[in-house]
């Protein structure tokens, strides 16, 4: 029996996802939940197992397309019982089987756990398709990719193969995917194969345009560069004008010696409790802000519009903006009050780590209470950050900078930092956000002054 599986809602009612790469190919056997392939939703890549055990018959979509909740991605021959579970429509995200006329028409198969069923659509959802490489001023006209029959057959539409941190390489790199052939798993493009390219002659390209490569700017000679809205930037730039247009904005600085701080990070480092634990200014900002969040819990709190409530967090999810190939995401530490400095570090490496190699869990940017944005690492002295959608306060923490500072009575050089907070209004009043601050401040300065407030 041939049962086809359509893309399920992956969470947060998000109506698309991008098919990233396939992990299997036709004629492959496949296990129950084994993963097949890597879907990128506007805010993480995400892996999506199999619902049947049996042999995979025809890949629908390629890798680069998007694709809309419903619509087919894979389907199976599968010998034998149903998928046991709840019944499902066949309109509905998730598992449907192939139309058969022996089959009865009440008969109906399950969605996956944890995917619910997507909103009711008139007409059947469009589908379109995106190049890899940015478009110059006037390009040549190209028609969106149609959905083809056979699994082997490819637009020229299509975008190669690659994944989002290889398609930001090549974009700083200058160079056009279109022209590489990939040297990965089912001919996935590397990062290798960019690198590759740049030591290519330009007669070595073939017919057509030769890409734009440059060693100092991408788009060098061009007059503009057009690239698609989507994914993270997309759902970054809609969640961070809702915040700055829903939430009245204040921000308050604090510029602080932190000379002894990193005395005690240097002291740690020889210290054998935490041998193998590596101990920065990030962590005991993050330590320094979950205490002073227990002296002053109005700024752990969400405004509530639709039910008209201010929602009290008595835990700590801090949330952590990172940088990434993917664009700014802000995945957060669970009950981040309730570590140890050591382990708040570990917790903190690894969350950095998920977001450089781009498998940050979509589980890990929900539920955010307070957040912290680093700026320092970027040489910036201080900001005006803007707060993560539903928090009450973010903190940016800028750059330490040896300078003349006043110490006991005379001039010396001290290692001084900028502490920036933004707050929503509506919850925090300028007292709370200062008396926040503040502490925060103490326990850098001083850390020995944790003693009288804990």
């Known amino acids: 029996m041939i049962k086809v599986f359509r893309l399920p809602d992956l969470g947060e009612g998000l109506t698309e996802s991008e098919i990233v790469a396939w992990r299997v190919s036709p004629g492959d056997t496949v296990e129950l939940n084994q993963l097949i392939a890597d879907v990128e939703t506007a805010k993480a890549v995400v892996e999506l197992p199999s619902p049947f055990a049996g042999v995979v018959t025809q890949l629908h979509q390629q890798p680069g397309t998007v694709v809309h909740v419903g619509e087919p991605i894979v389907s199976f021959e599968v010998a034998g019982a149903e998928v046991a579970g709840p019944a499902a429509d066949e309109s509905a995200p998730g598992l449907a089987d192939a139309p058969a006329p022996a089959e009865p028409a009440e008969e109906r198969e399950a969605v996956l756990v944890g995917y619910g069923a997507a909103p009711e659509r008139s007409g059947r959802p469009h589908r379109r398709a995106r190049t890899g490489a940015p478009a110059a001023v006037a390009p040549a006209a190209v028609a969106p990719a149609a959905v083809l029959p056979e699994p082997e057959a490819e637009s020229a539409a299509t975008r190669p193969r690659s994944t989002p941190p290889v398609r930001a390489l090549a974009r700083v790199l200058g160079v056009d995917l279109s022209h590489l052939t990939g040297t990965g798993p089912t001919g996935l493009i590397t990062r290798e194969d960019v690198r590759a ?199 940016a923490v800028g750059g330490i900078r040896r300078q003349p500072w006043e110490y006991r009575g005379e001039i010396a050089l001290r290692q001084v930092m900028t502490l920036s907070l933004s707050f929503d209004h509506r919850l925090v009043d300028g007292e709370q956000g200062a008396r926040f601050l503040v502490d925060i401040g103490t326990i850098l300065s001083d850390p020995a002054m944790v003693l009288t407030m804990v």
């Open 197 to 395: 390219q740049l030591a290519r002659p330009a007669a070595e390209e073939g017919a057509g345009p030769a890409p734009q490569v440059t060693t100092w700017a991408p788009g060098a000679g061009l007059r503009e560069t057009r690239s698609p809205i989507r994914s993270v930037r997309k759902h970054t730039a809609a969640a961070m004008v809702r915040s700055a247009f829903t939430a009245p904005h204040v921000t308050e600085f604090l510029t602080i010696d932190v000379t002894p701080t990193m005395e005690l990070i240097e002291s740690l480092r020889t210290n054998r409790a935490f041998q193998g634990v590596r101990i920065g200014i990030l962590a005991v900002v993050a330590k320094a802000l979950c205490l002073a969040v227990a002296r002053n819990p109005d700024v752990n709190t969400r405004w509530d519009e639709a039910t008209g409530e201010i929602v009290q967090f008595h835990h700590v999810n801090l949330g952590i903006a990172a940088a990434t190939p993917r664009g700014l995401l802000v995945p957060n530490i669970p009950d981040a009050g309730r570590l140890g400095l050591a382990d708040l570090a570990a917790a903190l490496a690894a969350l950095t780590e998920a977001a450089r190699a781009g498998s940050t869990s979509a589980a890990s940017l929900r539920g955010g209470t307070i957040s912290i944005t680093n700026v320092g690492v970027f040489g910036i002295d201080a900001g005006t950050p803007i707060l993560n959608p539903g928090e009450a306060v973010i903190l």
